[in-house]
Structure formats: C-alpha cells, structure tokens
C-alpha cells in the first residue's frame, strides 16, 4: 500500500488532491450559528439546525434531502454544524435566524526509543516516577487512526479505565468494541465530510484501523508502552516507548488516505472534547492561505473551546521552514511546536582498500552488504548505457549532472552499489532512503575515494549499512524544515513555543503500510522513522500528560509556562541551540520558541505564568476583533471588549520594531506587564536575571520578588528602549527569574524584531 508520507520526502507534508465534487452545484460549508437565537419550538440545537437547513432546501422537503445535506452537528468545538448547500441555499440560509458566518469546507495539512532517553527521562528518578508516567491521563489524536495490535498498544501494567470516560470505541472494518483496551480506550472515525466533498470515493477501511501509519506513528510516541527490539531495520534498535507509558490513548481518524476536510476533523475534535480527553495531540493544520484572522482557523476555535474545558492542545508548528513567517497552528491558547534534531546518527560505513573509513548518513534498508567489491569512477554517471555495462562493481559518481539524475541513472542501470560524491555535505533524508545501497559523501572525503581508484592497481571497497550512533553532537538542533514565527495572525504572541524531537523519530507503524522500497520490492515494518513536526507534538502531549498528572488542577496555560519556562536554550555542547537551515549559526527564539523541552524540570518550574479565557478574548478585543469575531471564536456573545490588552500573560516577549531608517532619533519604549504565580515552595524568593540585547535597553521592575504563600501572585514589569528602527532582523536575549535557593531558573526569551510579513 502506498504511502504519501515517503513519497513526498522529506518535508512530509501530504495534501492530497481531490476530483471535483460531482454533486454539481453543491458545496460544504462550515457554519457558525448563535446558539442563543434558537426559537422555543426547539429542544435542542441539532433539530433547530435541521430545520433551517431544510426550510432553506431548494428541493421538495423531505427527511431524505434533511439528512442528506446535513453532515455533523457541532457542540462543543464551535456552535454550529457543516453541510451540503448550493449558492442559492447557503444565500438564503444566510438569512436564516441565528446565522453568524459560513466558511468552504478546506482541506487539512498534516505534518507528517532513544528518544526518551535523550529527554533524560529514567525509570528510577525524575519526570517519569514523580508523575507515575502518566498514569490515567488520556490524551487524544486526531490522526490516520491506529494499529491497535501494535505492541505499543499493549495494556500490560495497565490499571482499569477510569470512570469519567466518556469515549467509545466505536466498531467498523476490521475493529470491534473489544479492539480496544486498558491503553487505547477509545478509536472513532469521521468521513462524512470527505464523502459529502467527493461521493465517489470508496473507504476501503472504514474504521479507526490505520492503513497509513502516521497515527500509529504519533500515538505510541505520545503514550506507547514499552517495546523491546524495536528498530527499523536494525537501524536505531532499542527498547521504544511514548513520553508518558502509563497514559492512555484515544484515537481520533478523520486523516484519509483519500483526502483531509475540516469538517470531519472539526467532528473528531467536537467529540474529543465531550469524550473527556486531557490533553489533544494535533499534527495537522488547516490549509490556509496567507493572512487570516483567527477565526477562520477552526482548528484554532476548537481549541479554544477545548483549553476553556481545561484540555491542553499541542499542535505542530508545520513544515514549511525555514524562512520567517511559515509558522502554522499559532493561536495564543494553544502550544505550537518546532522540531529538533536527536543526538543519534543512523549510517553506514565506507571502507576502502587501504584502510581508509568514511561513515556517511543512510536509511538504506536491505541486507546487502557490499563486502571487498571492485571501485570504479564514473565521473558524472551520465550515461546509462555504460552504467549498465558495470557489473558487480561499486561505481563512483561526482556531482556534475545533478544529485538526482546520478541517482536516477544508477537506479535504472541496476548497479549492484554507489557511491555518490557531492558538495552537499549532508543529503537529504529523501537521498538516504535509497532503494539501492548508496553511498552519500561529501567532496573532501570524494577526494580521498577518487585518489585511492587512481592510485590503486585493484581499488576495492565494502559498505556496511544499519549503524546507530549516539550521543552525537551538537543536538538538539532545530531542523531546517521546521516552521519559524512570527505567527502573522497574532504578532504579538511570540511563536513557535517550544521545540521537541522531530528528525527520524523511532515509532510504531501499521504493518499494511510499506516504509520503504528495494529493488521494486516493498517493504513492511512494525516501526517506522520520521521527521517532521508531527513527530515533535506528540513527545510534547506526552510531556504535557506527566505534568497534568502530577499537578491535576492546573490549567493548560500552566501547563504551557511550565513546558515553557523550564525549556533548554543550550544544547548537548552546552552552547545555544543551532539552526539546522543556517549553517548551524545559532538560532533565535522566532525559530526555536523558549528552547527544547525538558521533562524533568518541567515538572517543578517554581512559578507559572497562567492566563485564563477571559485574557485571550482580552487580546483579541486589542486587536480589534469585531463582536461576531470573537463570538466565532468563544461560541458565546457575551463579550464588551471594555477590558483590551494586547499584554497577553504569556511566558515570552516580542516586540516589534521599524526595518526602515527614517533618520529619526526618536526613543521607543514597549512595556510588558506580568503575574507569576508561585507553584514551588510556600516561602520564596526569586531576583531577576536579564541577559541583555544589541541596541535595546532592558530593565525589569521590581527585580526581586519575594512569596510569602503558595499560589500567591506577584506582577513585574519589562521594559525595553530601543532606537525606532532596528538595524537587523532579530535581536534577542532572556529575563529569568532565579530562585535564591537556586532551585528553579522562570526563563522566558526577549525578542526585538523588524521582520514583516
Ligand atoms: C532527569 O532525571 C534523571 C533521573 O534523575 C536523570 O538521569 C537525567 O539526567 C535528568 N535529565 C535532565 C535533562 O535533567
Ligand atoms: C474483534 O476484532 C478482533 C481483531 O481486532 C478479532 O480478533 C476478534 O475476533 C473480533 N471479535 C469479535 C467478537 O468479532
Ligand atoms: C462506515 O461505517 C459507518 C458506521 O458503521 C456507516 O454509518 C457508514 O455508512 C460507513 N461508510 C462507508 C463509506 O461504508
Ligand atoms: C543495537 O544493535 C547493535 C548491534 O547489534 C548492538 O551492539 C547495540 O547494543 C544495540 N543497541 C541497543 C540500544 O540495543
Ligand atoms: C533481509 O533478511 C531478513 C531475514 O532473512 C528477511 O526477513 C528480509 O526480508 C530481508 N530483506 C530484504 C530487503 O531482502
Ligand atoms: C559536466 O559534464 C559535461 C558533459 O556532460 C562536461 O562537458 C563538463 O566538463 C562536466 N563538468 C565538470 C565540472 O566535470
Ligand atoms: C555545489 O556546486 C554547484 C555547482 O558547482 C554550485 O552551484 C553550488 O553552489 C555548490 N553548493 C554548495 C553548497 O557549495
Ligand atoms: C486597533 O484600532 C485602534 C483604533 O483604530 C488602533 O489605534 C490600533 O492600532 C488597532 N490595534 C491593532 C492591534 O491593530
Ligand atoms: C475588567 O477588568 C477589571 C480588572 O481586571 C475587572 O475587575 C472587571 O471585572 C473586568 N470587566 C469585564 C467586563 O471583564
């Protein structure tokens, strides 16, 4: 069975494309309705909805074309319902009472073992013990589905479902009630919104089973019980579990091979929230198209609906790195992660004749192994037909056709081995999962390879594939396709928030789905690697689930400024944290948020930055939400917006300057104001420490601040003076609040930017 996550490469994004919809003049639509304005006749808000759907119908009324053009009753997510509806419908529905807005059902974007260690989580102290790794939490998925008999998804060690679950598991094709267990206590599936968009589709597995893997992938990173001899390949072999093993899961499918649409993802969410899930793990977005409010973003609204029921939302800050402003899924209420790289390389080794070694990066998955072969150089490998004439030779080409032909060209010639030698120093992920064995190594050790052939009377080589080595340095490193910040629809939120693993991710798989091919040949694994910001979200629900377990009555902003605040800006050379796409320069906050997740310090960050509903509709007053906006939004239209402030409680800063030089002289001052909340001990003392930035003076008032209680709140304020314009692009530094003890470090990062959309 195919699979669109490979093809594509390396970016791992799949939009699938769709045949027009042959319901001729009908469309889908989202609609957003006032849930106060129901009449009296009404019992309740589905029959109120089909009512008016069929009071607009242009065909004979009748309970057939009712229930046919309606799709899903929302109730939880957004008030509202999506439905099939010509122009002249949606026109007259548009004059139906109660109507807010409508928007065209969209398509959704989805972001396509050792990573726990590399976390430094351990049995025996730390994140995973303090917070029984995450025991009885459930964290929900809106994905491909699962592979439920997946050993991830064993429930051994697992206690009994806890009674306030409200989820099912719903039965469909190969899945039935008892499918399910003490670790995936829920699996429920939405296609109504595809096959209303395309009715000539046909589900082949109409169930939570997922032929495609993605889920599979994304729920045992998140909650997966142990697994031992997990590997790929034999590459990154190990034991693999989920960031919090005790958790349990609850898989949402409304991810099709067949297409994406936000009204069923929309559903999935709906039902998650009145399920009773703690934490929704989102590795999608909705396809959107340059600016936009927030409230044309619904994955955006149904997350605000979830974070007001105290569900925490990680969502994936997509793949579309490396330049400014490709940042997706960065509304204020929900936590938006970047991707980093791990501290482990999977390669293979090039031995020459001499003695000579070259390791380089691959994903090749056969069992060839190339021992003691005759080294013949090509030159460009131009030329198929004399490819061909090579015979159990490993044949050596150098960059002059590009990466691609070469590759083409070896690939078609059947050529036993290669080496390709390249300016690229690193290959693509895309490059290292060849179907043949290929080597891929840069022009210095090219050189090394193309001497020795010249200088040889009988040059020979072996290649050995499948090495895991870790402990590698520098890592964490934030990826290239990793999206950066600013978020155009809310500049003043610095995102993304936080960066988690997300390059080659060792997870469980569906068997059906192939990983790889060799030789024509395809091939299936109960694990798979990845990359992308769908990987990194699930390690932070995971995180998210430890914390909530061990603090139950924080809100998910706690739970976001703990993640937040107790991040990591260095990485394993103890220098800061470099940027994959950049030459590996340092990065910046607009890239990696407030650094890299850290579980066990996450746990206890002293003091939290909290916010409640009430402060994003704040916000978006100050941004000058207009009323029906922000009724969109928050479902309710009781909202004055005499109370604004684009001074959001949040655990960073951002504050934006001009680019141009107008000469001008002039001072600009941006003040923040802040309330921490002490969550450590009951008497505490914390001094500000401020690392400062080029150009912009920064100063905090009070700079100590001393807590008498638990819970207490205390308020600061920052403040930073700059010129008008800024001569670069980024500058940034930190505040943090040092506890006198030294047991806690609240750092938040300060960024001053002149970037624009
Ligand atoms: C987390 O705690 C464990 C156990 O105490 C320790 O081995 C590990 O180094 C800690 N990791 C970090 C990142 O602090
Ligand atoms: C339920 O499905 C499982 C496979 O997931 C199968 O082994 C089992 O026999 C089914 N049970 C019933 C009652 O159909
Ligand atoms: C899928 O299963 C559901 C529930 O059994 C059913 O209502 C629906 O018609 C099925 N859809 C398809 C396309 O078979
Ligand atoms: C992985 O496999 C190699 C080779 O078989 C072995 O030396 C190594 O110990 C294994 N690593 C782990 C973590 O099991
Ligand atoms: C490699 O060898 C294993 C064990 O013999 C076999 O199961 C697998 O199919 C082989 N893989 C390939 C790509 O030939
Ligand atoms: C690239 O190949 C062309 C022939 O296809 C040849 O003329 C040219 O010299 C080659 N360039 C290099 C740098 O090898
Ligand atoms: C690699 O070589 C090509 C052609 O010689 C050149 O255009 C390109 O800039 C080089 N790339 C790097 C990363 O040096
Ligand atoms: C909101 O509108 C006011 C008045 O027009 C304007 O001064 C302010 O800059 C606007 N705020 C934003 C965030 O656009
Ligand atoms: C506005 O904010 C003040 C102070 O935070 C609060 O007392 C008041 O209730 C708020 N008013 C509204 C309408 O939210």
Redesign the pocket.
Known sequence: MATPILKVGFSLVFTISLLASTLAQSDTYIIHMDGSAMPKAFSDHHNWYLATISSVSDTATSTFTRTSKHIYTYTSSVQGFSASLTKSELEALKKSPGYISSTRDRKIEVHTTHTSEFLGLSSSSGAWPTANYGEDMIIGLVDTGIWPESESFSDEGMTEVPSRWKGKCEP?TQFNSSTCNKKLIGARYY?KGL?ANDPKIK?SM?STRDTDGHGTHTASTAAGNYVKGASYFGFANGTSSGMAPRARIAMYKAIWRHGVYESDVLAAMDQAIQDGVDILSLSLTVAIEDDFFLEDDTIAIASFAAMEKGVFVAASAGNAGPLYYTLVNGAPWMLTIGAGTIDRELEGVLTLGNGNQISFPTLYPGNYSLSHKPLVFMDGCESVSELKKVKNKIIVCKDNLTFSDQIENAASARVSGAVFISNHTSPSEFYTRSSFPAVYIGLQDGERVIDYIKESKDPRGTVVFRKTVTGTKPAPRVDDYSGRGPFASCRNVLKPDLLAPGTLVLASWSPISSVAEVRSHSLFSKFNLLSGTSMATPHVAGVAALIKKAHPDWSPAAIRSALMTTADSLDNTLSPIKDASNNDSPATPIDIGSGHINPNKSLDPGLIYDATAEDYIKLLCAMNYTNKQIQIITRSSHHDCKNRSLDLNYPSFIAFFDSYDSGSKEKVVHKFRRTLTNVGERMSSYTAKLIGMDGIKISVEPQKLVFKKEHEKLSYTLTLEGPKSLKEDVVHGSLSWVHDGGKHVVRSPIVATSITP
């Open positions: 469909g296609n096959l589900i109409n």
